[in-house]
């Protein structure tokens, strides 16, 4: 399956390397089962960063969505649907330790049909990640009240990507990041930290992942505006 090729690509980049000495392990756990009163599920890939140094620690939370899935699936409603109920109780569900710092990431394979799934539910997708998750104006954080380090410094993001199933160019283009919907603002940093605006997704695409870019360009390319 395609999706379990993006997952051993994600692993194998996940594995530590020259560019984090600071960083410990990480444990990575494949298709990593929560259970919560009666709210189960699966993520198809958790990876846990341990720092020995003190600096905070990091989880990594993903659900992946090939074109079978996508197609298999009722809708949009149902992925979103899958996916925030794996914000809400992965870590209730779980013995897994809270990090201070949680990303839980909804990637999509960049093919034609997941690409114009997205379009035409592009609302939807921005708003699942559109604000900050804070204690107060969501519920999927109910797991903080537990955690074992002070729960206001722990930091929750969300994002919508997309990524191809090759470990040496698996790095993500997002598509939707707290308020930012990168479709209608495609953004990045450069090489020397300096923010770069673009004028079309595929352009931005080419500078984040030019693997992406050139393998994926008939899918990428529907996405510009």
């Known amino acids: 399956m395609i999706e379990d090729r ?6 194998k980049k996940s594995r530590p390397s020259d560019n984090h000495p600071v960083m410990d392990g990480p444990e990575i756990y494949p298709e990593a089962h929560y259970h919560h009163y009666g709210n189960s599920g699966v993520a198809d890939l958790y990876v846990y960063y341990n720092n020995s140094q003190g600096a905070p ?23 979103i649907r899958q996916f ?9 569900g779980s013995e897994y330790e809270v990090p201070n710092r949680i990303d839980f990431e909804l ?14 539910n592009e609302a939807m997708y921005a708003t699942t990640v559109h604000h900050e998750r804070s204690r107060e104006n969501s519920p999927d ?39 930012r919907n990168y ?27 030019e693997a992406l870019y050139r393998n994926y360009y008939d899918a990428i390319q529907l996405l510009d505006r």
């Open 107 to 120: 990637c999509f394979l960049p093919t034609q049909y997941n690409i114009k799934h997205i379009l035409k």
């Open 84 to 92: 925030n109920q794996l914000r809400e109780f992965f870590f209730l």
């Open 141 to 179: 954080t109910s797991f903080i009240d537990s955690v074992p380090v002070d729960p206001d410094n722990v930091k929750l993001k969300a994002q919508v990507t997309i990524r191809p199933p090759d470990s040496e160019s698996v790095h993500p283009c997002y598509l939707f990041k707290g308020s």
């Open 183 to 209: 479709l209608n603002n495609p953004f990045a940093y450069n090489s020397e930290g300096t923010p770069v605006e673009f004028d079309s997704y595929t352009e931005y695409v080419k500078h984040q992942n």
């Open 6 to 11: 993006l997952t051993n690509a994600l692993i």
């Open 57 to 79: 620690k990091r989880g990594h939370v993903f659900e992946i969505k090939s074109e079978s899935a996508v197609r298999n699936a009722t809708g949009a409603n149902e992925i």
